[in-house]
């Protein structure tokens, strides 16, 4: 699937993907995760009304934020915002959170975490940037969530 400009592949170990994300003046200030978190049981029952707003994928909305506040927490960071939106026909759960400027010259930086289920399976799209390239990645990856079809998706 195309990536979107500046942005290039690095690595993919243990099922994720990882992307790096320069701006056009070629300094690297982004970088970008995708993971598979969870595949959603095929015999589950189907939550309904209320309770399906608060799940993706079989999973909750509250466990999700969770795994990212747990993440922050060991990161020196906090959660700043979450948020539930449609991209391109996939329902997205986001959360925004932040790390600050450390001591020895390393940047604040901004984190924004995206979740979506895509054919049974719960994807991750974690993105981190120092501030100057924030709303750019933030395009980025809406654009990407937006015309995300994973193989396994587009073959059946």
């Given at each position: 699937?195309?990536l979107?400009?500046g942005?290039?592949?690095a ?44 799940m993706?994928?079989g ?19 906090w ?17 925004i959170?932040?790390t ?16 979506t ?6 994807y991750?799209l ?21 015309d ?9």
């Open positions: 699937m195309p979107p400009n942005w290039s592949a690595a993919t170990t243990k099922g994720a993907s990882s992307f790096r994300i320069a701006p056009p003046n070629g300094v690297a200030e982004g970088q970008a995760t995708l993971a598979v978190v969870a595949v959603a049981p095929a015999n589950a029952e189907q939550p309904i009304g209320r309770e399906q707003r608060r993706l994928g999973l909750s909305l509250t466990d999700l934020r969770r795994s990212v506040i747990d993440r922050m927490i060991s990161a020196g960071g959660v700043v915002n979450d948020r539930q939106r449609e991209m391109g026909g996939h329902r997205v759960f986001e959360v959170a932040q600050p400027a450390t001591s020895d010259g390393k940047p604040e930086q901004l984190w924004n975490f995206y979740f289920e895509v054919n049974g399976r719960v991750s974690t993105t981190r940037t120092t501030g100057g390239l924030t709303e750019k990645l933030a395009g980025d990856a809406e654009k990407f969530l937006s995300f079809r994973p193989t396994e998706a587009r073959n059946k």
